[in-house]
């Protein structure tokens, strides 16, 4: 990640890579937005989004903001959203399958327990005792309670495990993996990913890592769900710019629940989500 984000400093000064808000002006070819549009957006590892005002390629990850979101949800949307619908869609999941959600409390974790129900799964959610209730009303089926109890060593098997903490690489979960089943590797170190194709072409269960770069018919499609009341961002806290310091402390201690956003103005119209 280094690489891409820079060796020993951010390369891109100005963090943040989701927001929301309302479109101030257009170039003179753009004809899908307008001023006044409420609109939200991604830009990845692109960056830039902690500031007042963005700019953004009218072909980009730039979407209409559902009308029944607030500028905060709509902020929220971008990462967890993208990254889950990719990963699912990746895997190809069918309606019926077992899926378990390593991590279903974090950002991608409640996107995808929400993505895999509407898909038809049945929906495991592993998180802590603290959250349990929060993923059983996002739609999970089940609730594994982490400190009480290892999914790995439980006996049971599914279609498709997600793993949006980076603890349940293949050699803990294959004994749970269903042959023809797929690991989907949300966040993976360097060895996990490069091993991914080894490890499918040897083990008869397909290990899918990698990025998601987030696009804006993602972004379309989840405002669709969210319009007609399938999906919903979850958000844990919200903080003015002022207190961004403190935004990302509460982020680095790995507790949050779903997504946390900061305001960029007083009266709600440029929003970023972390």
């Known amino acids: 990640m280094r690489l891409v984000f820079g060796i020993s400093k951010p390369r891109q000064p100005?963090?943040?890579?989701?927001?929301?808000?309302?479109?101030?002006?257009?170039?003179?070819?753009?004809?899908?937005?307008?001023?006044?549009d409420r609109v939200f957006a991604f830009s990845d590892a692109g960056m830039g989004c902690y500031a007042a005002y963005k700019c953004m390629p009218d072909d980009g990850a730039v979407a209409h903001m559902p009308s029944n979101l607030s500028f905060e949800e709509a902020a929220a949307i971008s990462f967890g959203g993208t990254?889950?619908?990719h990963f699912l869609r990746k895997a190809r999941l069918q309606g019926g399958e077992k899926v378990l959600i390593n991590g279903a409390s974090g950002g991608v974790g409640t996107a995808a327990v929400q993505l895999a129900r509407h898909f038809g799964a049945v929906v495991t959610g592993v998180?802590?005792?603290?959250?349990?209730?929060?993923?059983r009303s996002l739609g999970a089926d089940r609730i594994i309670d982490y400190t009480k109890e290892d999914f790995?060593?439980?006996g049971e098997t599914y279609d498709v495990i997600v793993d949006t903490v980076g603890n349940a690489p293949f050699s803990r979960c294959k004994a749970s993996l269903k042959q023809g089943g797929r690991l989907l590797l949300v966040l993976a170190g360097l060895p996990e990913m490069l091993l991914a194709p080894w490890t499918s072409m040897m083990s008869g269960r397909q290990v899918i890592a990698g990025t998601a770069a987030g696009t804006a018919e993602e972004l379309r499609f989840l405002a669709d769900l969210a319009e007609n009341g399938h999906f919903r961002p979850v958000i844990d806290r919200r903080y003015?710019?002022?207190?961004?310091?403190?935004a990302h402390r509460y982020v680095d201690t790995g507790r949050k629940k779903g997504n946390v956003v900061v305001r960029f103005a007083a009266d709600g119209q440029a929003l970023a989500g972390a």
């Open 14 to 36: 100005i963090l943040g890579t989701e927001l929301a808000g309302v479109v101030e002006s257009v170039g003179r070819d753009v004809r899908a937005f307008t001023p006044g």
């Open 83 to 85: 990254t889950a619908l």
């Open 240 to 246: 003015p710019v002022e207190q961004i310091v403190e």
């Open 152 to 154: 790995s060593q439980n």
């Open 127 to 135: 998180c802590s005792s603290a959250n349990v209730e929060l993923v």
